[in-house]
């Protein structure tokens, strides 16, 4: 599964929805790279250097979102939730060598791929949302 744009995803807030679809952006791009290398054109360094752009700018959409938990004085549960997910992420995310690949290149990039797919689904529509709820009720 590659992850998608669509409405559901609106967490009502459109800095946190552009921030988010910038990060679907970046996971397609590393998909339309990863065919060119499963093509056999040597993309590899293009692929990194989106993978590194994807991890920084992640890093950068989760210490937005913290700042905004904060000043919207949102309930610390949650916020530790956030934190909790935001840290697995990092970790996760850190420990994936993507120079370090063996033989199976494809299926490794597959992979992480379908991981940054799934955690962003899950992150967008069961975390961030309940966080878009919360101001959009506050704003009402
Ligand atoms: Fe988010």
Request: net charge negative; charged share 35%.
């Amino acid at each position: 599964m590659v992850i998608k744009w669509k409405d559901e995803y609106s967490c009502y807030d459109p800095v946190i929805d552009a921030q988010h679809a910038k990060l679907i952006d970046l996971i397609n791009e590393m998909n339309d790279v990863a065919k060119l290398v499963e093509d056999g054109i040597d993309s590899y360094d293009e692929l990194v250097s989106i993978f590194n752009e994807l991890k920084d700018y992640a890093v950068y959409h989760f210490s937005h979102e913290e700042k905004m938990f904060e000043e919207h004085g949102y309930d610390s549960f949650n916020i530790k939730v956030q934190k909790i997910e935001h840290d697995n992420f990092k970790n996760k995310v850190s420990a994936i060598n993507i120079y370090d690949l063996d033989e199976n290149q494809d299926e490794t990039v597959r992979s992480i791929l379908d991981f940054l797919s799934k955690w962003l689904d899950h992150h967008i529509l069961k975390i961030d949302k309940k966080f878009g709820e919360f101001l959009r009720d506050k704003n009402e």
